[in-house]
C-alpha cells in the first residue's frame, strides 16, 4: 500500500484543501503518514501571503525531497500558483499543481510516477469560473467541521496578493453545500464552520443567492446544533443578512469582521471599501442582531503613511469598539501589490512598538470581554481533554468563541455542557459544570 505525507502553511482554508486532497489519495488506496516519516509520496501546500510565506514554504519542501529521495514530491497552494518556475527549480521538485487542479493530482502523481520528469500544472486563475467541488466527509476533530464555500477574492486590497493566486470570487453551490452540510451533521459533527478565502462574497457569481440565503436553508437541517461563519467583511452586512442572524437560532454570537486599520485615510490607501463610520454602524447593527456577540477583527499595524497621529485614532476607534479579540499584524511588503511600491514605508522599530502597543489592548479587550460572562451558563462544546495542576479538564468553545475549561473527563468528549464561567481569562477561561453533558 503507498503512503503519503502533507504539510500545510498558512490558513484555514489550506487546511480544508489538504484535508480534501488527503481524500482523493486516501480514495486511491493511500495511507497517511507523519511528514517527517519516508513516503511515497510528499504533499506541501503552500502560503504566500508574505514573503516570509514563501520562504517557510520553500524549506518544507527541501525536507520532503531530503527525506525520501525516491518519492513524488507535490507542490499545490498559493506560493505554487504564483511561482511554480521557482519551485520546480528546487532538486527533487516533481509536480507543482495550482489552485484550481486539485482534484487531478493523483493522476498527475500516477504520471510522474511513470514518466518521471517535472510537470507544472498550474495556468492562469484569474480566468477560472468554477468552484473546485472536494468534499471532506470527516475531521480529526470530532466536535467541529469546517465546511468551504466559496475560493477567491474581489476586493485586489493594495497589500494583498491573494486575488492573483486563489483567482475571483467562486462559489459552491447551494445544493451542494447543503448537502454536505447534512452529511456532517448527520455524522454528528455539533457546529460547521463556514469557510472561505472571501466567505462574505458568498454569492457574488449565484445571480441572487446569497449568504442569507444559506444561512436561512442550513437553519432548517436537522441535528445542526452551531453554523460559525469564519470571516466577513463590513461591507458585505447587509440589511438582509442581519435579518438572517436576528432570526437565526444556530448562528453564533461570533463574527470576525476584519477592521485592518482604523483611519479612513489608511483605509482608502488599502482599498478597503468603506470609511471607520460606515464600519461602526455595521458593527452597531451586529450588535443589535445578535446581543452580545463576540466581534473579532484583524488590524495591520504600520501600513505605509500610517502617521502616529493616525495610529492613535486606530488604538481609540478599536477601544471604542469593544472587540473580544485582535490579530494583530506588522505591515510586510509584498512584491506584486501596489502597496510594495509606496514610498511612505513606516520604519521597522515603529511598526514593531506600534504592534505591542495593539497587542496590549488585544488583551484589554479580550480579558474584558470574558469577564462579561462571569457567573453566567455558557453551552459548550467538549472538544479536548488537557491537565490543569494535574487534574483532567473538558476544554470547549461557547458559540461566542470563549474557550472554556472544567472538569471532567473523556466521556464528555463531543457532547454539550452547560457551564458557569469562574474565572474569566483571556485565553482559557475556567469554569464549572452545571447540567449533565448530553449528546445531540
Known amino acids: 500500500m503507498r503512503t503519503v505525507a502533507f504539510h500545510t502553511l498558512g490558513c484555514k482554508v489550506n487546511q480544508y484543501d489538504t484535508e480534501a486532497i488527503w481524500q482523493l489519495f486516501q480514495a486511491n ?3 497517511q503518514v507523519d511528514f517527517e516519516a519516508q513516503a511515497d509520496v510528499y504533499v506541501i501546500n503552500t502560503c504566500t501571503v508574505t514573503h516570509e510565506g514563501d520562504r517557510k514554504s520553500r524549506q518544507m519542501i527541501r525536507r520532503a525531497t531530503r527525506n525520501n529521495p525516491e518519492s513524488v514530491v507535490v507542490v499545490t497552494g498559493c506560493y505554487a500558483q504564483m511561482a511554480p518556475g521557482e519551485i520546480l527549480s528546487i532538486t527533487g521538485v516533481d509536480l507543482v499543481v495550482g489552485n484550481q487542479y486539485r482534484a487531478q493530482m493523483v493522476d498527475m502523481v500516477e504520471k510522474v510516477r511513470l514518466e518521471r520528469v517535472p510537470y507544472n500544472a498550474v495556468s492562469n486563475i484569474l480566468t477560472q469560473k468554477e468552484f473546485e467541488d472536494l468534499d471532506v466527509p470527516v475531521f480529526m476533530d470530532r466536535t467541529r467541521a469546517s465546511l468551504k464555500i466559496e475560493d477567491g477574492c474581489n476586493h485586489f486590497c493594495t497589500f494583498c496578493i491573494i486575488p492573483y493566486a486563489r483567482g475571483l470570487v467562486r462559489s459552491r453551490k447551494p445544493e451542494s453545500v447543503l448537502f454536505q452540510a447534512r452529511r456532517l451533521a ?97 458593527v452597531r447593527k451586529v450588535r443589535l442582531a445578535l446581543p452580545e456577540v463576540a466581534i473579532t477583527s484583524d488590524i495591520i499595524v504600520g501600513f505605509p503613511g500610517e502617521t502616529d497621529e493616525f495610529f492613535e ?25 501596489p502597496a510594495a511600491k509606496f514610498t511612505d514605508q513606516v520604519p521597522e522599530d515603529v511598526k514593531h512598538e506600534r504592534v505591542a502597543r495593539m497587542i496590549a489592548l488585544a488583551d484589554e479587550l479580550s480579558l474584558a470581554y470574558a469577564k462579561k460572562w462571569t457567573d453566567r451558563p455558557l453551552a459548550v462544546i467538549a472538544e479536548e481533554i488537557i491537565e490543569i495542576d ?44 452545571q447540567k449533565t453533558a448530553y449528546a445531540m
Do not use: W
Not at 472554556?404 to 474565572?423: N, S
Not at 483571556?426 to 464549572?432: I, M, N, P, Q
Open 313 to 337: 485614532t486606530t488604538v481609540q476607534f478599536v477601544r471604542e469598539q469593544q472587540f473580544a479579540d485582535l490579530h494583530v499584524f506588522p505591515y510586510s511588503i509584498r512584491k506584486g501589490t
Open 29 to 31: 488506496g493511500y495511507t
Open 186 to 282: 448527520d455524522a454528528l459533527y455539533q457546529e460547521i464552520v463556514l469557510t472561505g478565502i472571501h466567505t462574505g462574497g458568498y454569492g457574488e457569481d449565484l445571480g441572487g443567492y446569497t449568504l442569507a440565503n444559506l444561512l436561512r436553508d442550513m437553519e432548517n437541517i436537522d441535528n445542526l446544533l452551531r453554523i460559525r461563519i469564519s470571516s466577513i467583511e463590513a461591507s458585505e452586512i447587509s440589511d438582509d443578512l442581519l435579518l438572517a442572524l436576528a432570526n437565526s437560532k444556530k448562528v453564533c454570537r461570533h463574527l470576525h469582521i476584519p477592521l485592518q486599520a482604523g483611519h479612513s485615510e489608511v483605509l482608502r490607501r488599502m482599498n478597503r471599501h468603506y470609511t471607520i463610520e460606515e464600519y461602526a454602524e455595521k
Open 390 to 433: 494535574h487534574v483532567p479538564h473538558v476544554v470547549g468553545h461557547a458559540d461566542n468563541y470563549l474557550k472554556v475549561a472544567f472538569t471532567g473527563d473523556e466521556t464528555m468528549l463531543g457532547q454539550v455542557c452547560t457551564v458557569q464561567i469562574t474565572q474569566p481569562d483571556k485565553e482559557l477561561c475556567l469554569g464549572t459544570m
